[in-house]
């Protein structure tokens, strides 16, 4: 996501054309989640436009398409017009997110190894699950995930649901998202984690306390991690990101300085 209304004149400049939204974003966020790509596969000429706005070190987590995981199951689905799509991408393609229904669980393990193997070789992969059984035990699914060099992404909602909703944006996720348990286990050398904080700014960051010495342990091991901050109603998000890299950074001195962002101007009655 690179693109919310109340962002506008206050992360990004008001009413950019869609072909510069990214590269607002990424004045303030060197990765973001490609949560557009579950729903329909863009055109490589619009992919091919990501890929301009934003510089080679920049990371995509593009989402396989729901009609994939979800309708299909990781069934018999031809994937070669997502790939030719994605192929702009090239190195910004930090992984591809496989994101699992609750339903798929570790009856299906076979499933997924033999859609793995499948996957193109010269391409990374992570794996969302959210099957409970999956996480009280994780063997089978690690040595799955193993054989193919995917990671496990970890989607950290034990801070949202610590509370009751307080206002209409987590009320609406308190009936959407996952209860998912809290997993810190790192399977490759690009750890992904997600993580779903509250509306309330200073809520979010007491529940990423736990995340800054794990991330910064990951760093000292010569890992790569990518961090996705999410809240209910995301308006926080970009800024609420740059803390917590400015958290892990204070314990990795060494961790590059995100880029100063754009001062958004104000407007004006002249």
Same mark, same amino acid.
């Given at each position: 996501?690179?693109?919310?209304?109340?962002?506008?004149?206050?992360?990004?400049?008001?009413?950019?054309?869609?072909?510069?939204?990214?590269?607002?974003?990424?004045?303030?966020?060197?990765?973001?989640?490609?949560?557009?790509?579950?729903? $329909?596969?863009?055109?490589?000429?619009?992919?091919?436009?990501?890929?301009?706005?934003?510089?080679?070190?920049?990371?995509?987590?593009?989402?396989?398409?729901?009609?994939?995981?979800?309708?299909?199951?990781?069934?018999?689905?031809?994937?070669?017009?997502?790939?030719?799509?994605?192929?702009?991408?090239?190195?910004?393609?930090?992984?591809?997110?496989?994101?699992?229904?609750?339903?798929?669980?570790?009856?299906?393990?076979?499933?997924?190894?033999?859609?793995?193997?499948?996957?193109?070789?010269?391409?990374?992969?992570?794996?969302?699950?959210?099957?409970?059984?999956?996480?009280?035990?994780?063997?089978?699914?690690?040595?799955?995930?193993?054989?193919?060099?995917?990671?496990?992404?970890?989607?950290?909602?034990?801070?949202?649901?610590?509370?009751?909703?307080?206002?209409?944006?987590?009320?609406?996720?308190?009936?959407?998202?996952?209860?998912?348990?809290?997993?810190?286990?790192?399977?490759?050398?690009?750890?992904?984690?997600?993580?779903?904080?509250?509306?309330?700014? $200073?809520?979010?960051? $007491?529940?990423?306390?736990?995340?800054?010495?794990?991330?910064?342990?990951?760093?000292?091991?010569?890992?790569?991690?990518?961090?996705?901050?999410?809240?209910?109603?995301?308006?926080?998000?970009?800024?609420?990101?740059?803390?917590?890299?400015?958290?892990?950074?204070?314990?990795?001195?060494?961790?590059?300085?995100?880029?100063?962002?754009?001062?958004?101007?104000?407007?004006?009655?002249?």
């Amino acid at each position: 996501m690179w693109s919310l209304k109340s962002w506008q004149g206050r992360f990004v400049e008001r009413a950019l054309p869609a072909g510069e939204r990214l590269r607002a974003y990424a004045r303030w966020c060197d990765a973001v989640e490609g949560n557009t790509t579950f729903y $329909a596969t863009p055109t490589r000429e619009t992919v091919a436009s990501w890929a301009e706005q934003t510089g080679p070190s920049f990371r995509f987590v593009p989402k396989l398409p729901k009609a994939v995981t979800h309708q299909g199951r990781l069934g018999d689905a031809d994937l070669r017009d997502f790939w030719h799509a994605m192929e702009p991408l090239g190195p910004r393609a930090h992984a591809y997110w496989i994101q699992l229904p609750g339903s798929f669980g570790p009856g299906d393990l076979d499933v997924l190894a033999s859609f793995l193997r499948r996957l193109p070789a010269s391409l990374r992969y992570a794996v969302e699950v959210r099957h409970p059984s999956f996480f009280a035990a994780p063997a089978a699914l690690e040595a799955v995930l193993a054989e193919a060099g995917a990671e496990w992404v970890p989607f950290d909602t034990t801070a949202f649901f610590a509370a009751p909703p307080t206002s209409e944006a987590e009320r609406d996720a308190w009936t959407k998202k996952p209860r998912m348990p809290l997993r810190t286990v790192a399977l490759t050398d690009r750890p992904i984690v997600r993580y779903l904080g509250r509306d309330d700014p $200073a809520e979010t960051a $007491a529940g990423w306390h736990k995340w800054v010495p794990v991330v910064a342990g990951w760093l000292r091991d010569g890992r790569s991690p990518t961090v996705f901050v999410h809240t209910p109603d995301n308006a926080d998000a970009p800024q609420l990101a740059r803390r917590f890299h400015d958290e892990v950074r204070a314990l990795v001195p060494s961790l590059p300085a995100l880029l100063a962002p754009v001062p958004v101007e104000p407007l004006t009655l002249f």
